[in-house]
């Protein structure tokens, strides 16, 4: 039987990052991966002969903070070139978003660029008042250490530096929808369906869902090189941003098991104790550290039977159906979007023509139904990295909504057929690219869920909406990293502040590991 300061379940970014973190404070760490490699849905994988993609293809909010402490730049981190934003169009040219989220605006009138200008430094100004709340442990508002209400001033003095007007239109706007918001301050329908798209990515809402525009803060929060809304296509891909934080890792220490699921996690009189393998084998150690789903974390791993019932119920609520597809293709030459010129094609292209159209898209999603018209988000990854594709040829990588986790028709017989909506939307944009396919992998929310063991297919392990967030993620007796088995902690997307490739909960679960256990 094999002992350690601290195991960590799960090497997704997150798991990696709190084991990285725990080993440079001199913690004998490690990490179980129940795949044959780590990097969770941000693994560069080969999907058709010669032809490699991740799930996760852009970066936009990997933190600073994570990047300093674990010096990944050391380790080979490229975030590579800030790539713009393509909000396509049937009838008019598309219109771009150049720089970190529109820096500048192209393809539509100057009124309107004036108009963006304005909006944009406002939605940054209201992003940035929430920005330090989702890059520290939620407070515990029960029992706020002097740290916390200090941050939490810290806040409410930012709130008043607004100024009056401002201050009473981001309580205003706080919990509104994004499309009355857009609305309000834009004309363009190309931008507006952006921006729709942009808050509901990931989440069971429509832009005329209440607090929808708290999205749309979420990833204006993120940055690249302190870039805030920035997207970048790192070089190799997110596989090489894994890379870089593996080596990392394994520099300080860690230890790396993979194709090692865990079966169980011990329980010995109220205390995490360590882990049992499917194998049987036995590991210990006095910290367990859970990067994975919440619901497996204490439902499979720990068992109800440790756990008060109310606690369970909650877990066991927790909303974490997944709406979005991923789609992959193995194409013989890069195809042409109408009107967008070699930079755009670099970059992300957004399929949203209108608030309208992300509305409409939803509402079948509503019953259980995929949207006959997808949105989505379309990245070239091998324009910038060669190294992704055959001599030649070329790698589409899109993220599709809305694909609703419980199909009713089921996705058996439902997958093909959204498949071929989904080529009939792109060959409106892109006329040919049908007859360019060599393959098409396209993964449903109940693909997801098997092959990165996310339950209901989620990418944040649970719906990032206003009563999932802060000190309710994951829910009540569980948030701020804590949880009622002492020892036992989590790091993964299920905790705050949330998913996409920031490393923010495994590195604050890692320090509140290291603030209470010394």
């Known amino acids: 039987m094999t002992s350690f300061d601290a195991i960590v379940i799960g090497g997704g970014h997150n798991g990696l990052v709190a084991a990285a973190t725990l080993a ?11 795949a044959i490699e780590v990097g969770g849905a941000a693994r560069t994988e080969e999907f058709a002969p010669g032809f490699r993609v991740s799930s996760a293809h852009l970066l936009n909010r990997l933190h600073p903070e994570v990047v300093k402490t674990l010096e990944l730049e050391r380790h080979g981190l490229s975030f590579g070139p800030i790539v713009p934003n393509v909000a396509l169009s049937r009838d008019r040219h598309p219109l771009t978003l150049h720089g970190a989220y529109g820096e500048t605006l192209t393809g539509t009138s100057a009124s309107e660029q004036a108009a963006w200008q304005e909006f944009r430094a406002q939605l940054l100004r209201y992003a940035g008042i929430l920005k330090p709340l989702l890059a520290r442990r939620p407070p515990d508002l029960g029992n706020m250490s002097l ?30 929808n994004v ?6 301050h834009l004309e363009d329908d190309r931008l507006k369906g952006l921006l729709a798209f942009d808050a509901t990515l990931g989440s069971h809402l429509g832009p005329r869902s209440p607090t929808s525009l708290l999205g749309l803060y979420y990833r204006l929060a993120g940055e690249i090189g302190g870039q805030p809304g920035a997207h970048a296509l790192p070089a190799g891909g997110m596989g090489a941003v894994i890379a870089a934080i593996l080596s990392a890792a394994k520099s300080a ?40 789903n919440p619901r497996t974390t204490f439902v499979d791993l720990v068992g109800t039977r440790e756990l008060d019932t109310g606690f369970v119920r909650r877990i066991e609520n927790i909303r974490m159906k997944g709406n979005v597809a ?30 309208d159209h ?37 790698v589409l990588s899109a993220t599709v909504q809305y694909a609703p986790y419980a199909l009713k028709e089921g996705w058996e017989t439902g997958k093909p057929k959204f498949l071929k909506a989904i080529m009939a939307q792109l060959e409106l944009y ?20 098997t092959r990165y063991r996310m339950p209901g297919g989620h990418w944040h392990h649970g719906e990032l909406q206003a009563d999932q967030m802060m000190m309710s993620r994951p829910a009540f007796g569980a948030a701020g990293y804590d949880t009622p088995i002492d020892g036992l902690y989590l790091c993964g997307a299920g905790s705050h502040p949330g998913g996409g490739i920031s490393g923010v909960p495994g590195l604050n679960a890692a320090r509140r590991i290291l603030q209470m256990r010394g």
């Open 430 to 449: 892109a006329s040919g690219i049908g007859k360019l396919v060599r393959h098409a992998e396209l993964l449903t929310p109940a693909d997801i869920e």
């Open 253 to 292: 220490g860690v230890s790396v098991r993979a194709d090692a699921p865990a079966m169980k996690i011990l329980i010995d009189k109220g205390r995490a104790a360590g882990v049992v393998l499917d194998s049987g084998e036995e590991i210990r150690a006095k910290t367990i550290v859970s990067a994975i």
């Open 358 to 394: 992300v509305e409409r898209a939803f509402n079948p999603a509503k019953y259980g139904e995929f949207s006959p018209e997808p949105v989505m988000e379309i990245t070239l990854p091998s324009l910038a990295d060669t190294s992704l594709a055959p001599n030649g040829a070329c």
């Open 326 to 355: 991923k789609l992959h293709l193995a194409l013989d030459r890069p195809p042409e979007f109408t009107g967008v010129d070699a930079a755009g094609h670099r970059g992300r292209l957004v399929i949203a023509p209108s608030s």
């Open 179 to 184: 499309s009355d918001v857009a609305d309000e």
């Open 147 to 176: 740290m916390e209400t200090s941050a939490f001033a810290m806040t409410g003095l930012s709130l008043r530096r607004l100024g009056k007007e401002d201050m009473r239109d981001f309580l205003r706007m706080l919990l509104m």
């Open 24 to 34: 440079k404070s001199g913690r004998k760490t490690l990490v179980l991966e129940a």
